[in-house]
């Protein structure tokens, strides 16, 4: 089972995933090309399941390296920033391409989960995102729910990973 981590550079997914791998957080920003963390989960019917989390880089400067990793995942965390519209846009856009890359026209494949995270629930202050838009977003998608974390404050991480696994 592959879970790929998309968004914007800054969105925190490198926090999100080392939130629930590694149980930290690190107010230092360092871009991340591509990395890969392997777990074994306990799933609710008692199997184990070998799930692979790919955190992948903000801005891809190498299309065909984010078209491999959206074409070989099960499942999607489709990170924004709350207080960033920019990365919102680019959720958005993501959102599209993770649809052409399953090959469907209008919605991707049921075998494909994908989660809207709005990260840095922290910031809620700074909010430039209205749940009606996400709202609007992710009725666009089957499939597609939406959350809101906050990997600084550990907010709504392990149940975000619970989910989507």
């Known amino acids: 089972y592959r879970l790929v981590v998309l ?5 925190g997914k490198t926090s999100l995933v080392a939130r629930h791998v590694l149980g930290e957080f690190t107010e230092v920003y360092r871009p ?10 306990q799933l609710p019917d008692g199997l184990f399941q070998n799930i692979e989390i790919v955190d992948t880089a903000g801005y891809h400067q190498f299309p065909a390296m984010q078209q491999l990793s959206i074409q070989s995942a099960n499942a999607f965390f ?13 959720a958005k856009h993501l959102l599209h391409v993770i649809r052409c890359s399953k ?7 049921r075998a494909t989960l994908i989660f809207l995270v709005g990260n840095k629930k922290d910031l809620a ?4 995102i ?18 809101e974390t906050s990997a600084k404050e550990n907010v709504n ?6 989910e989507i696994i």
């Open 103 to 109: 090959g469907e026209r209008s919605t991707p494949s």
């Open 130 to 147: 209205s749940e009606e838009e996400t709202n609007d977003v992710i009725s666009e998608f089957d499939d597609c729910r939406y959350i």
């Open 157 to 162: 991480i392990e149940h975000a990973f619970n």
């Open 7 to 11: 968004g914007a550079g800054g969105v």
């Open 125 to 128: 202050e700074q909010r430039q």
């Open 32 to 41: 991340t090309l591509e990395d890969s963390y392997r777990q074994v989960v």
């Open 78 to 90: 489709v990170v924004f920033d709350i207080s960033n519209r920019q990365s919102f846009d680019h």
